[in-house]
C-alpha cells in the first residue's frame, strides 16, 4: 500500500509494511471519506435499488389496491410511499402476502432512514485536520541534543495558536 507523504503534489511515498487493505470491509468509513456528494449520490442508489427490488417483489405478490396487476412502476411507487412511510392511501396492501412484505420494508426503512441520518450527520459534523507540512527537514541542536525538525502549519482558518508534542 503507498501513502503519499507530504502533499498530493509530490511524487515521492513510502511503503508500509504489514498494513493490509481494508477498504471496501468497512463501507461506513468509506462514505463518510468520501466527498460530499459521493456519499449522497450512494444514498440515493441505495433507496432506489432497494424500491426497485421491492417493487419486484410486489409485481409478483400482487395484492395492493389501486395497483394495476404486475405493474411494476406502480409497486415502485407503492414501495416509495412505503419506505418513506407516507402512505398517501390510494394504494394499500389487501392481501397476507403484501401486508409482509410491507412490515419487513418499513423494518428496512427504518434501518435506512437511521444509517442515512447517521451518515450524513458524521460527514457534516466531524472535523478534518488540514495540516501543510514543509517541504524539508533539518537535524539541528535543541536544548543541546541533535534534534529533527519539521515546520507544520494549519491550512485551515482556525487559530491554533500554540502546538507542542511531548517528547518520548
Known amino acids: 500500500m503507498r501513502w503519499p507523504l507530504l502533499s498530493r503534489k509530490d511524487e515521492d511515498a513510502f511503503e508500509l ?7 471496501w470491509r468497512d463501507p461506513y468509513d468509506v462514505l463518510l471519506r468520501t466527498r460530499w456528494w459521493v ?13 426497485a427490488l421491492f417493487a419486484v417483489a410486489y409485481a409478483l405478490v400482487g395484492g395492493v389496491y389501486g395497483a394495476r396487476t404486475h405493474s411494476w412502476l406502480d409497486a415502485f411507487f407503492f414501495s416509495v410511499q412505503t419506505l418513506g412511510t407516507l402512505g398517501y392511501g390510494a394504494m394499500y396492501p389487501q392481501t397476507f402476502g403484501a401486508h409482509m412484505l410491507v412490515t419487513i420494508e418499513v423494518m428496512l426503512g427504518v434501518f435506512i432512514l437511521a444509517l442515512a441520518t ?15 507540512f514543509s517541504r524539508h527537514a533539518v537535524v539541528a541542536p535543541w536544548n543541546g541534543v541533535p534534534t529533527l525538525m519539521f515546520r507544520l502549519g494549519n491550512e485551515r482558518r482556525s487559530r491554533v495558536m500554540d502546538a507542542t508534542i511531548p517528547s518520548c
Open 118 to 132: 447517521g451518515v450524513i450527520f458524521s460527514k457534516f459534523s466531524s472535523v478534518r485536520a488540514r495540516v501543510q
Open 39 to 51: 456519499g449522497a449520490s450512494v444514498l440515493v442508489a441505495l433507496f432506489l435499488l432497494v424500491n
Open 17 to 23: 509494511v504489514g498494513v493490509t487493505e481494508r477498504t
